[in-house]
């Protein structure tokens, strides 16, 4: 009895070893997060079937995700406002046929209200690289209209800080660069 119980856990153990822990998956998605702030967060996981489950409620606003296994590395935090103005992205991308169709579905939607930008000041945290030791950080505070002129900010990528979007119901201050393996053209005009 004793040899089968240790072939099993010889056989067992790297199987577990492989798959990680709820507590290492809320920490991975979390990272991106100000360290004051991660303790707060909920965590939400995607499912092998594409649905999702609650790994930890949050208490501070944010819903954060961990690394999704595609290749690359990233983990992303944001507040309910962003996270509900991405999922109304969704869709119209998916039926979007080209990128004028694109940009026509996305200004009626904003026209007709059924898209809602993110409400002004709300916060994006992205950590992304070709791996988490290389990982870097993004953050994003969108200011829906904010253009050059009224924040006084660069519309182009730069060292520091600079503004994406400018005058649209998409509008943010990005502070960082735009996540690791992402469509940077899609990125700039804010899906449009």
Known sequence: MKRVLVALLLVAGPL???????AQRIEEATA?????????????VTDDDGSQRTLREGRNGFVCFP?????GFKTACVEPSVLRFVAGLGPILEQATSVADRRARIDAAFEDG????PEPGSRTYILSGPDRERAELLMGIFLPGATAESTGLPIERSDGTWLMCPGSPGAHIMVGDIPYGQDEELWKTCGR
């Open 32 to 44: 991106a997060l100000p360290r004051d702030l991660r303790a707060g967060a909920g965590v939400l």
């Open 67 to 71: 690394d999704d296994g595609e290749p």
């Open 114 to 117: 059924s898209l809602v930008p």
């Open 16 to 22: 577990m070893a492989g798959a990680p822990s709820d």
